[in-house]
């Protein structure tokens, strides 16, 4: 079936160094796609969405990059605090329902 | 604003037991679903709705049930618990059906264990 896969499970970097997480993604479909975190012992947190017809969109501190031609779908945080320590989940949905497929998830370790 | 409750927090259940997890959500959203995560896995959607008695199957929705009687409350019972059940449960809702800058709204979960 369709799914959302990540290339990396783990990461760690440097506080103040920039981060970027990625993440493949194999239903050409999909309308939009969404980046979460989650910290442990809590619920996904909504970081950053993107549709299908855009490739970059910026957050606080947050851009997500999306490439539809290789289906990979990248997050980056810029001055990464150690208050950014998290498991980082893409999703990948559609227009129909709202209904979210997930990947596996990369845990992301920031060093002080 | 409470924003999406679920209760209860840890749950043991023997074998064969049912139960049922309530999610109540304080924001009039239309959209409701229930997930589970599995250790070092990513959420997988279990059943989901997109109004008051309006319910469907998500991805793994075997062994579990769903109603929504009201707009705020989307209860997940577990028939006959089996260990393979052993889980952490996520509720979410949303303020309408699908597309970007449609924030998905998740409750702080409820950790299920089976022996």
């Known amino acids: 079936g369709e799914s959302v896969g990540l290339h990396l499970p783990t990461l760690s970097v440097q506080e103040g160094d920039n981060s970027i997480i990625n993440c493949a993604y194999s239903n050409s479909a999909s309308d939009y796609f969404i980046w979460y975190k989650q910290e442990s012992g809590k619920g996904p947190q909504f970081i950053i969405d993107?549709?299908?017809?855009?490739d970059k969109r910026q957050g606080q501190r947050v851009t997500v990059l999306l490439n539809k031609t290789v289906k990979h779908l990248s997050l980056q945080i810029a001055a990464t605090q150690p208050g950014d320590s998290a498991v980082y989940f893409c999703a990948e949905g559609d227009n129909q329902g709202g209904k979210l497929i997930f990947g596996q998830g990369t845990e992301l370790s920031v060093k002080p | 604003n409470a924003g999406v409750t679920q209760t209860p927090k840890f749950q043991v259940l023997k074998t064969g037991q049912s139960m049922t997890l309530q999610c109540a959500q304080d924001?009039?959203?239309?959209?409701m679903s229930w997930y589970r995560q599995d250790p070092g896995m990513g959420l997988r959607l279990i059943h989901y709705?997109?109004?008051?008695?309006?319910?469907d199957q998500g991805e793994v929705p075997n062994g579990y049930n769903v109603s929504r009687s009201t707009t705020e409350d989307f209860p997940l019972r577990l028939l006959s618990a089996a260990p393979s059940q052993t889980s952490v449960y996520f509720c979410a809702s949303s303020r309408r059906s699908g597309g970007s800058g449609n924030t998905i709204y998740f409750g702080e979960g409820s950790w299920l264990t089976v022996v």
């Open positions: 924001m009039n959203h239309e959209y």
């Open positions: 993107i549709r299908s017809n855009m």
């Open positions: 709705s997109v109004g008051a008695g309006i319910t």
